[in-house]
């Protein structure tokens, strides 16, 4: 296990994510900002734990049990699981999908990421 700093384009890539969450709309595009840093952070254990602090924030104001207790049981092991480098690849982070199901990374992120040297 190697401890890396996120690498600068992820790190704004994932900012960019986080900022788009906080100004969207709908919950709708709120949630996909939030899987999409969710996507983008797997590989580093902070910015991992940190969506997961927001998708809990954003479960709990938005009143949805399901997500909210899903987003904690998802905050004790994602810093684990990223330390580790056993994450499944391209999960969305969202309490309806297994914990353990790789998904599809959208095209843009795997290019990012495949640039970073994380995939």
Not at 45 to 55: F, Q
Not at 83 to 103: D, H, I
Request: net charge positive; charged share 20%; no cysteine.
């Amino acid at each position: 296990m190697t401890r890396r700093p996120m690498p600068p384009a992820a790190r704004g890539a994932f900012a960019a994510e986080l900022a788009a969450s906080r100004t969207a709309s709908t919950s709708e595009a709120r949630w996909n900002a939030l899987e999409r840093a969710h996507i983008l952070s797997q590989p580093w254990a902070w910015p991992h734990t940190k969506t997961h602090a927001v998708m809990l924030a954003v479960a709990w104001r938005e009143r949805n049990r399901a997500e909210a207790m899903g987003q904690l049981i998802r905050l004790v092991v994602a810093a684990p699981g990223s330390a580790l480098g056993k994450y499944p690849e391209g999960n969305s982070g969202r309490a309806a999908v297994p914990l353990t199901q790789p998904m599809p990374v959208p095209a843009d992120l795997a290019a990012l990421l495949a640039s970073e040297g994380t995939v």
